[in-house]
């Protein structure tokens, strides 16, 4: 008993971290734990964990506060929740905004721990039948998904996000090494990071917007209702088990993780929820809703290709593994058998921080929400200290400073013509993931062609990528279809 207080107090300090880690932009998941890797080397490995696992939980959710409330993503994984968040906030609804954010994380965050139990055999067999060329064409379905985001113009959606994979692929070749879109600079060989774009993108951007229209205007929250109402969440919770659902097949791929689970998700429910609380992108329940229990569900499955296969889900786990290597442990498929009592341990650390981030938000609204009914004049300049700070911390970089300058002139000039900015950050996700898989089919079927289709005519994992890509576009040239009679 006194062993399992240990855990569950060691659980509860590190999703608090997490939180308030999560709710800085530029201070990210990855970066806290790898920090706390170094600093875990004297620990036993059961306490290490589980603070680890709570960060790891935490910081995930603690990323949808800054998105609903500043419009600024804490977290890559929270970039679809800008969506839907950020217009609740603007009209006066921030506490609900996050309220859900918190509600729908945990019952993400649950499905999440259910899966990674109770399916870690079965989706660690799915995981690892992935090909190449379904990498490919996962990263190209992703591709098609900016229709989500299209404000009124697929095109403009089209346009951002091809921007983003040019941008994402500058820097250092991923197979040969060699500089790529570099034009001879060392300064850009480094590539783009995409925690620096999405500050520049969401936070800069939006400081530059708000000076140029000159508002003094600042909303004032409702504060008094933070838990949505019991019957929403019933009629919502169709949708959380399947984007929830989502999120854990997602996160199970090695190297997606929660953006492109979040965003999968997201356009689910686009396409599935008939009549929303309110337009999707203006403040739509359902879109926090999508976002949140997916990117939650996601951390779940990301830890199941880590202990099984000893392949890295996301970012996290990656530093997570090298915890493991610290400690003398191995993931891999004779982690389960040999050290069984540590699974047991990973799975109820992340059920403690499942809980404990649920207290500690629901805690914490009321302060934060009180942030967005500051006057401008007085919130703006914290925001810009925020985004180069979060920006410099990085790599301690100055570059990382120049770069957000950058996306932040790029980011308002989109606000300015209606462009949406998502898609970028969608693009710099997937474009080295599409690159990479492309080229790594293509050295498989040494570059035959006739080969990569004969292979993708008979795995049922590639034929089902192809099905949804087709019900993708049908769905998306039938929507226009309606847009041009109507």
């Known amino acids: 008993m006194e062993h399992l207080l240990n855990i569950a107090l060691l659980t509860a300090g590190g999703t608090l971290a997490g939180i308030l880690v999560g709710a800085i932009p530029g201070l990210s998941a990855t970066m806290a734990v790898a920090i706390l890797v170094s600093l875990t080397y004297g620990w036993d490995v059961t306490s290490a964990l589980a603070v680890i696992m709570g960060i790891y939980q935490g910081a995930v959710f603690g990323g949808s506060i800054t998105a609903c409330l500043i419009n600024i993503p804490g977290a890559p994984s929270s970039v679809v929740t ?4 950020y217009p609740l906030a603007k009209r006066g609804e921030g506490g609900i905004a996050i309220g859900w954010a918190c509600t729908e994380s945990f019952l993400g965050g649950l499905v999440g721990v259910l899966a990674l139990w109770i399916g870690t055999p079965l989706i660690a067999r799915i995981a690892i039948g992935f090909a190449p060329q379904d990498y490919f064409l996962l990263a190209i379905f992703g591709i098609l998904l900016v229709g989500s985001f299209a404000e009124g113009s697929f095109g403009k959606a089209m346009f951002t996000a091809s921007l983003g994979i040019v941008m994402g692929l500058i820097g250092l070749d991923l197979i040969t090494g060699m500089p790529r879109l570099t034009f001879g600079s060392d300064l850009l060989v480094k590539g783009v990071d995409l925690v620096t774009a999405i500050l520049g993108l969401f936070g800069l951007s939006e400081v530059l917007y708000q000076l140029y229209q000159n508002s ?4 004032i929250q409702k504060v008094g209702r933070v838990l949505p109402p019991l019957n929403l969440l019933a009629r919502y919770l169709p949708l959380t088990l399947r984007t929830s659902s989502i999120g854990v097949l997602i996160g199970a791929l090695p190297g997606v993780g ?6 999968m998700a997201y356009d689910h429910a686009k396409r599935t929820v008939k ?21 939650n ?3 779940g499955g990301a830890i199941i290709p880590m202990l099984t296969l000893g392949i890295p889900g ?3 786990t990656a530093v997570i593994i090298g915890a493991f290597q610290i400690h003398g442990l191995r993931p891999g498929p004779m982690l389960m058998t040999e050290t069984p009592e540590l699974f047991n341990m990973i799975v109820l650390s ?3 921080a499942t809980f404990f981030f649920l207290i500690f938000g629901m805690l914490l609204i009321k302060p934060f929400i009180k942030l967005v009914s500051i006057p401008q004049n007085i919130l703006l300049p914290p925001i810009i200290f925020i985004t180069v700070i979060g920006a410099y911390a990085i790599n301690s970089s100055l570059i990382d400073v120049a770069w957000m300058a ?3 002139i790029v980011g308002f000039v989109f606000k300015l013509y209606k462009f949406p900015i998502p898609p970028m950050v969608l693009g710099l996700v997937l474009g080295p993931l599409m690159d990479e898989t492309f080229r790594r089919t293509m050295i498989s079927y040494r570059g035959n062609f006739g080969d990569l289709l004969g292979a993708i005519a008979v795995s049922p994992i590639s034929l089902s990528v192809v099905a949804l890509m087709g019900v993708t576009f049908y769905l998306m040239f039938r929507k226009t279809g309606k847009a041009k009679r109507g």
């Open 82 to 85: 800008t969506l839907d968040g």
């Open 216 to 219: 003094s205007a600042h909303v």
């Open 258 to 263: 929660g953006p492109i689970a979040s965003l």
């Open 275 to 295: 009549n929303p609380s309110s337009p999707f992108g203006e403040g739509a329940y359902e879109g926090v809703v999508a976002s949140e229990s997916a990117n």
């Open 297 to 299: 569900a996601a951390i």
């Open 314 to 316: 996301d970012a996290v």
């Open 350 to 352: 992340l059920l403690f």
């Open 406 to 408: 950058f996306f932040g």
